[in-house]
């Protein structure tokens, strides 16, 4: 049985940060739909359906939001902000629909995954479909930088996810190692959805630097706050089966703190479980145990405050306003989120 994170006081106030957020950019983000549901649009009657299915299967949109409001945060008053953020979400669309394959995930926010729907050729197939989708709506805004940025992000998260492949199933992953990855895999993109939003505004330099630096470490402590709710969370408000990153052998943040930090038969089970595979009854709720015991889901949860502190400070440089207040709340959000 998973032991819930204690960020009851946290959660509550973040509710209302992520409804802040959604507001102010209400309008642009029916816009983004639209050109999401455009564009997803072929003559292969598989393409949308399967891409709907996740698309439209309850995700929050948070990274085409940040584009959106970086957008906002620096002034902008075009229309290339909602291609850049449509561009985004099918970058991070087809990204889950790859990982759900690599990872053989049979469950996403709640629902079957695409691949145990369609299968995992069709999964990948139309993944890619939805890459070559979002680099076509970037070209549209003739931003050079922005297709630089975003380009350089699919790389990065690739790399990123080819990295963890390598240290799959190694308990033997130092947390210097295990950073790396998911500042690749995850913080990249973010990163790069609100850095476009000062670039399209046409203000690089510091306001371009500062949103980056917010994306990526609001980025990092995400995933490290995901990492957690992996053997902290319920799955009923988690969108997977808690225990999936154990079930897969996975290496993540909380299994590293506790093999780090346990004895000689400790590290004897993470080895058997996750190094071999070779897991019985009753593990996962041993693996709980163990990182309760070494204190490794809150100091999970820690780091990702530590992060998040980072990021809310990157956003000193711009004056007050609605948006750097939506964006500051968001940290909170995503810091004590249970979806």
């Known amino acids: 049985m998973g032991v819930v994170v204690p960020l009851d006081e946290e959660r509550a106030r973040s509710q209302n940060a992520i409804a802040q957020l959604q507001a102010l950019v209400a309008k642009d983000m029916e816009d983004v739909n639209e050109f999401i549901r455009e564009r997803m649009s072929s003559e292969v009657p598989m393409i949308p359906e399967l891409a709907s299915h996740l698309i439209n299967s309850g995700g929050k949109r948070l990274r085409p939001m940040l584009t959106i409001a970086a957008s906002h945060i620096c002034g902008y008053k075009g229309q290339d902000h909602i291609k850049l953020a449509a561009s985004v979400e099918f970058l991070h669309t087809a990204t889950l629909l790859h990982d759900d394959v690599v990872d053989e995930s049979n469950l996403r926010r709640g629902q079957k995954t695409a691949r145990m729907l369609w299968g995992n050729q069709a999964s990948v197939l139309v993944g890619d479909f939805l890459l070559g989708r979002a680099f076509r709506l970037m070209v549209e805004t003739k931003s050079l930088r922005a297709l630089e940025i975003i380009a350089n992000a699919a790389s990065v998260i690739a790399e990123g996810e080819v990295m963890q492949l390598a240290a799959a199933k190694d308990t033997g992953t130092t947390e210097d190692a295990y950073m790396r990855v998911i500042q690749a895999k995850t913080a990249a993109l973010f990163a790069a959805a609100a850095e476009v939003g000062a670039v399209i505004a046409q203000r690089g330099g510091s306001e371009a630097a500062a949103l980056e630096s917010y994306g990526r470490n609001l980025g990092i402590a995400f995933q490290l706050v995901d990492d957690a709710l992996d053997y902290g969370g319920r799955a009923a408000s988690l969108g997977k089966n808690v ?25 004897g089970f993470w080895q058997r479980t996750l190094q071999e595979g070779d897991q019985k009854d009753g593990d996962l709720e041993h693996a709980t145990h163990l990182m309760t015991k070494h204190g490794a889901i809150e100091d999970t949860i820690t780091r990702a405050r530590h992060y998040g502190a980072i990021a809310k400070d990157a956003l000193a440089i711009f004056p007050d ?4 207040q939506a964006l500051i709340d968001v940290v909170d959000f995503c810091i004590s989120r249970t979806y």
């Not at 306003?321 to 750097?324: M, Q």
């Open 243 to 267: 225990g999936d990153d154990f079930r897969e052998g996975k290496i993540t943040l909380p299994v590293v703190l506790a093999f780090r930090r346990g004895d000689a038969q400790e590290r």
């Open 321 to 324: 306003s609605p948006y750097r």
